[in-house]
């Protein structure tokens, strides 16, 4: 079944950088834009950034860019953030989440990985 | 980049209808037919439930139902469930990114 899995997660001092992977399965990955979304401990949803199917065009809300850098490796069906400069407010769940055949959904979801800012 | 305001909560009793309104701006909701509906329960992933301002994915149910006006989008539950308890979210497109709304937490009374 189609299938996004989140990994990459864990606790990070301020400053310093994560990288985060989603792999996919049950579909044809290169087919699809993906984003990233994140949740912060008890907040909403805010969407982070995302990657056209081929990966020529991306695409970040202003709290991360020049920070995160989104990438995929269609040839093993995993998209990856790199994340820099890590700050407290960077602190959530990070969901992948695949672009639904109408292109402006997210039709399917991750489980999520955690990045815990911190010093 | 703002987030789309909607009402911290509302609340029904099963059976009743509930609506959730979404505002935006003439930027985003205003300005495309791409707003989308999510739901999510507590610990859980979002869900999508419906797409392009009034279209279900297979396998959500009929009684969700949305739409638009202006600057405003809004999602209906009609025959409210113990299940459709959860916390629901909009989200449109804006000029190649997407913002969400603030959330509603639906409680089933």
């Known amino acids: 079944q189609v299938q996004l899995v989140e990994s990459g997660g864990g606790v990070v001092q301020p400053g310093r950088s994560l990288r985060i992977s989603c792999a996919v399965s049950g579909f044809t990955f290169s087919n699809y834009p993906i984003h990233w979304v994140r949740q912060a401990p008890g907040k909403g949803l805010e969407w982070v950034a995302g990657?056209?199917?081929?990966?020529?065009?991306?695409d970040y809300a202003d709290s991360v860019k020049g920070r995160f850098t989104i990438s995929r490796d269609n040839s093993k069906n995993t998209m990856y953030m790199e994340m820099n400069s890590l700050r407290g407010e960077d602190t959530a769940v990070y969901y992948c989440a695949r672009g639904g055949p109408h292109y402006y959904e997210m039709d399917v979801w991750g489980q999520g990985t955690t990045v815990t800012v911190s010093s | 980049q703002s987030a789309l305001t909607q009402p911290a909560s509302v609340s029904g009793s099963p059976g009743q209808s509930i609506t959730i309104s979404c505002t935006g701006i003439?930027?985003?909701?205003?300005?495309?037919?791409?707003v989308s509906w999510y739901q999510q329960h507590p610990g859980k992933a979002p869900k999508l439930i419906i797409y392009?301002?009034?279209n279900r994915p297979s396998g959500v149910p009929d009684r969700f139902s949305a739409s638009k006006s202006g600057n405003t989008a809004s999602l209906t539950i009609s025959g409210l469930q113990a299940e459709d308890e959860s916390d629901y979210y909009c989200c449109s497109y804006r000029s190649r990114i997407y913002v969400f709304g603030s959330g509603t937490k639906v409680t089933v009374l």
């Open positions: 392009e301002v009034n």
């Open positions: 003439s930027s985003d909701v205003g300005g495309y037919n791409y």
């Open positions: 990657i056209s199917y081929d990966g020529s065009k991306k």
